[in-house]
């Protein structure tokens, strides 16, 4: 077995380390991606979601955000070993016992129609912004509404600040027609954790045209371990049959991974934690190339940020 360094696009330790009592990102075993489980599984590169739960008052939502940055800085990046991403090169300058920690937003909605928010937000170091999550809000409508409507006015200056400032738009939680108007739109597009809507039909999950039109615009697919985008009684073979599809619908080398961990209730048996994301890799390999497997862990998004540095 030939441990690969994993770059995984999106987990939800902010929200855990915010809500949790007395966390320790270290070693606390409550948490999928603490320190320790990240070291053992090889990620090499981690990025931080801030989401902000649709119940809290939107008054009070910027302010959650804001107290989760605290926490990336006061718990995450004080944790020995730990680097805080800023520009996307310093991942080739890691150590190596150092982890890449990178932030993003999982939705705009605690920016309510205020500009000024985003940019303060974008401010902290945000790399990554996903316009909306399952919820409709003054940017656009996320994947659980109706899938006809799409990006709202407002959106579309929305997304002209992420281009000037070169954010990554995030599209895996956008309803249809709001992926439809971004696309042509986004400088920089990805979508962070979503599965093949052919194998498992969720509105979170791409749908082949999607997914092709995506990969057109100079986008990247990252997969998601959350059993209830994978399939019914998922298992890490099913997993699997949903990259070899997307391999086959936009080829393997613009696929990597978006683990979801901390955001999940539920896993599958071999992933449960990040300490185990190795064994996915090593069940690609029956599949795939080491060097195509070594594409979905890390490279292929290496080389989709060296195209996107040229654009």
């Known amino acids: 077995m030939i441990d690969m360094e994993i770059i995984d696009l999106h987990c ?9 009592e007395e966390p ?48 990336f800085h006061t718990q995450v990046l004080q944790t020995e070993g730990m680097v805080h991403i800023t520009e996307w090169s310093q991942l080739d300058t890691l150590a190596p016992h150092e982890i890449g920690a990178i932030l993003s937003l999982e939705g705009c909605s605690a920016i309510g129609e205020d500009l000024t928010k985003l940019s ?49 738009i995030d599209v895996a939680h956008l309803n249809e027609q709001g992926f439809w108007d971004v696309l042509p739109l986004a400088k920089h597009i990805i979508a962070s954790h979503s599965n093949a809507r052919a194998i498992c039909d969720h509105p979170r999950n791409l749908t082949d045209q999607q997914a092709k039109a995506l990969v057109e615009h100079g986008g990247h697919i990252h997969l998601v371990y959350y059993p209830h985008f994978i399939g019914d009684n998922a298992t890490m073979d099913d997993l699997i049959e949903h990259i070899k599809h997307l391999a086959s619908v936009v080829g393997i080398e613009h696929l990597g991974v978006g683990s979801d961990f901390d955001g999940i ?47």
């Open 12 to 20: 939800d330790v902010l929200l855990k380390l915010t809500t949790l």
């Open 120 to 168: 303060a937000i974008l401010d902290a170091g945000v790399m990554l912004v996903g316009l909306t999550w399952n919820e409709e809000n003054a940017v656009a409508y996320g994947a659980e509404q109706d899938a006809s409507l799409g990006l709202k006015p407002f959106g579309k200056e929305v997304v002209n600040m992420l281009n000037e400032r070169d954010i990554i």
């Open 24 to 71: 320790k990102f270290g070693n606390d075993s409550r948490l999928h991606a603490n320190k320790e489980r990240l070291q053992l599984g090889q990620v090499k590169a981690q990025v931080f979601a801030i989401f902000i739960d649709p119940e809290i008052p939107q008054s009070m939502q910027f302010l959650e955000v804001m107290r989760q940055i605290e926490a």
């Open 265 to 311: 209730d539920m896993t599958i048996k071999g992933l449960a934690h990040a300490g185990e994301a190795q064994n996915l890799l090593e069940m690609l390999r029956e599949h795939f190339s080491d060097e195509e497997v070594r594409g979905i862990a890390h490279n292929n998004f290496k080389q989709y940020l060296k195209k996107a540095a040229t654009k």
